[in-house]
């Protein structure tokens, strides 16, 4: 398997524009993490989902920032419309949990908002 | 909600052993893990604790006290290669489980 894909690799955007995020997990893991990394703040837990349903989203900023998850192969987090404050790496994860406690991480995201 | 600490930065010479302290409070305690990123790269799994006592695996072991809510991470014979961040991360349960981690410890080996 190739492992977690996130693209783009870097994004440099302006404020106020849309950026759209994607992830494709491990195939068969059936559990889906979003991580915002940042100096200041750490390994942020956004949002998770285990198949393909929403679970907690508890850590999702604010409304600007969206998550779905349309099948088992694909997600996208969203933000609209950015703001400088949301520099900072995108990670996304995916787990079989509960049978292999390894969380696998894509390579992550580098979001630049101008 | 839960919350995590670890000491924010760490030096150790190389060849010599060092132990990176985790501390934890959270509802549904599951397990703890340990993760290592390397600057500009992704984090990656090392080691999972769900009852006390200590998983050894290589030059890396890993201890839990569940009672004490606190883990840390050994690592002998450093090596420079060793110089990264190390997070821990603690697994809640109920159901579906959520994984959070810590502010990352950054170990520095210096020859």
């Known amino acids: 398997d190739a492992g977690v894909i996130q693209s783009p690799r870097h994004e440099v955007t302006e404020m106020g524009q849309e950026v759209t995020l994607r992830c494709k997990p491990i195939s068969g893991h059936d559990y889906l993490f979003w991580y915002r990394q940042t100096m200041m703040r750490g390994l942020e837990l956004l949002i998770y989902f285990n198949n393909n349903v929403p679970i907690d989203d508890s850590g999702m900023p604010e409304d600007r920032f969206s998550a779905k998850m349309p099948n088992a192969s694909f997600s996208t987090l969203k933000i609209q419309p950015s703001e400088p404050r949301d520099s900072a790496v995108y990670f996304c994860a995916s787990s079989l949990l509960g049978r292999d406690e390894k969380l696998f991480f894509g390579s992550g995201t580098q979001l630049s908002v101008l | 909600g839960q919350s995590l600490e670890q000491p924010s930065e760490v030096t150790a010479v190389e060849g010599a052993i060092v132990q990176i302290n985790c501390t934890y409070q959270?509802?549904?305690?599951?397990?703890l893990s340990w993760y290592q990123q390397h600057d500009g790269g992704a984090p990656t799994f090392l080691s999972y604790?769900?009852?006390?006592g200590l998983e050894e695996t290589g030059r890396f072991s890993s201890f839990l006290s569940r009672s004490d809510s606190y883990g840390y991470l050994l690592l002998q014979e450093l090596q420079m290669k060793d110089s990264a961040s190390y997070f821990c991360a603690v697994s809640q349960g109920g159901g579906y489980q959520k994984v959070t981690f810590g502010t990352g410890t950054k170990l520095q080996v210096i020859p």
């Open positions: 959270t509802s549904g305690f599951y397990g």
């Open positions: 604790n769900a009852l006390d």
